[in-house]
């Protein structure tokens, strides 16, 4: 092998490792900043049985915007709603990307969601409002939205979500 060829598998193996770390750092960032809430559902063990939906919510900071922008394996949907970060639309907010899993048919409002002591309205969805998955659901759909909501609403080290009467909390890194 010449040098040149050497130095270019190095320089390949470099940036192979840079980016399994990056995308190791993503996935952890995600992990900790995100509550998961079963919709509907009633846990047996490991098990959750008669779920409508999954609900993600995922607290977005700048360190998970920017990991999540430094990482090519980072997913789509996750650059794309953390595209809001810094807008004028979340100065004084938190920003939060919610992903919605439905199992079965779900009917799903704005009126349904709340974070902190906030209810969501229209007003608060960052995405287009075309992309946002409202009123009837079919199964095995797929989506997220971002929102902002009032800080004042997700004061404290940890923050509730609560879609209808189901509710979960999660604890938020340091601010």
Not at 29 to 36: E, F, K, P, V
Not at 64 to 69: G, I, K, M, P, T
Not at 76 to 88: A, C, P, R, V
Not at 110 to 122: K, N, Y
């Amino acid at each position: 092998m010449t040098l040149k060829k050497i130095g270019a598998l190095l320089l390949l193996l470099v940036f192979a490792a840079a980016g399994a770390a990056g995308a190791q750092d993503t996935d952890r960032l995600l992990d900790q900043r995100t509550a998961n809430l079963w919709f509907e559902g009633e846990a047996l063990g490991d098990l959750i049985i008669g779920a409508r939906a999954q609900f993600a919510f995922i607290y977005v900071d700048g360190k998970l915007v920017d990991a999540a922008w430094s990482d090519p394996m980072a997913p789509e949907w996750l650059k794309n709603n953390t595209s809001f970060y810094g807008s004028k639309e979340t100065r004084k907010k938190a920003m939060f990307i919610i992903r919605v899993r439905t199992v079965r048919n779900l009917t799903l409002d704005h009126s349904m969601i709340s974070i902190g002591s906030h209810v969501l309205t229209p007003a608060d969805v960052l995405t287009n409002r075309h992309f946002v998955p409202v009123g009837e659901l079919p199964p095995d759909l797929t989506a997220e939205f971002a929102v902002a909501v009032p800080a004042a609403a997700v004061k404290g080290k940890t923050v509730r979500f609560a879609v209808g009467d189901y509710a979960t909390e999660l604890e938020l890194p340091k601010r």
